[in-house]
């Protein structure tokens, strides 16, 4: 009986193993993903936005934003912005004008899919979002 648990264990720790293993680099996104965010922007107003961004692979990225703010729809032109992927497959970025804003990310599922999270100092922002490969 013993022995029976034993392998199936061993494989399950192996696998666990081998995916803790997994390494990123700027290469990991790349291509188009849609993104669906929510949260609130100074003033604590409400916010939601969906959009597009594209990843070249070598740490440029652009963007394109269809936002709600307090029920007012804000459509943000194009934007462009870096981005830098850790090893550990976590993500910093920063978008250009007109964003001009910070995030940190977690990429997910083989670089199908990123959570990211608003990080600009002292923008009073709170947004955090889902995105996947288009």
């Given at each position: 009986?013993?022995?029976?648990l034993?392998?199936?264990?061993?494989?399950?720790?192996?696998?666990v193993l081998?995916a803790?293993?997994?390494?990123?680099?700027?290469?990991?996104?790349h291509g188009s993903?849609g993104?669906?965010?929510?949260?609130?922007?100074?003033?604590?107003?409400?916010?939601?936005?969906?959009?597009r961004?594209?990843?070249d692979?070598?740490?440029?990225?652009?963007?394109?934003?269809?936002?709600?703010?307090?029920?007012?729809?804000?459509?943000?032109?194009?934007?462009?912005?870096?981005?830098?992927?850790?090893?550990?497959?976590?993500?910093?970025?920063?978008?250009?004008?007109?964003?001009?804003?910070?995030?940190?990310?977690?990429?997910?599922?083989?670089?199908?899919?990123?959570?990211?999270?608003?990080?600009?100092?002292?923008?009073?922002?709170?947004?955090?979002?889902?995105?996947?490969?288009?």
């Amino acid at each position: 009986m013993c022995r029976k648990l034993f392998v199936p264990m061993l494989l399950l720790v192996a696998s666990v193993l081998s995916a803790s293993a997994e390494t990123c680099s700027n290469a990991t996104l790349h291509g188009s993903y849609g993104l669906h965010a929510t949260g609130t922007v100074p003033g604590g107003l409400p916010f939601a936005a969906v959009g597009r961004f594209t990843f070249d692979g070598k740490g440029n990225l652009t963007g394109k934003l269809f936002v709600r703010v307090n029920g007012n729809n804000v459509e943000p032109p194009e934007f462009s912005g870096t981005y830098s992927v850790s090893p550990d497959c976590t993500v910093t970025d920063s978008w250009g004008p007109p964003i001009n804003s910070t995030h940190v990310a977690v990429i997910v599922d083989d670089g199908k899919q990123y959570a990211i999270l608003s990080n600009t100092a002292g923008s009073g922002e709170t947004i955090s979002g889902d995105a996947k490969r288009q």
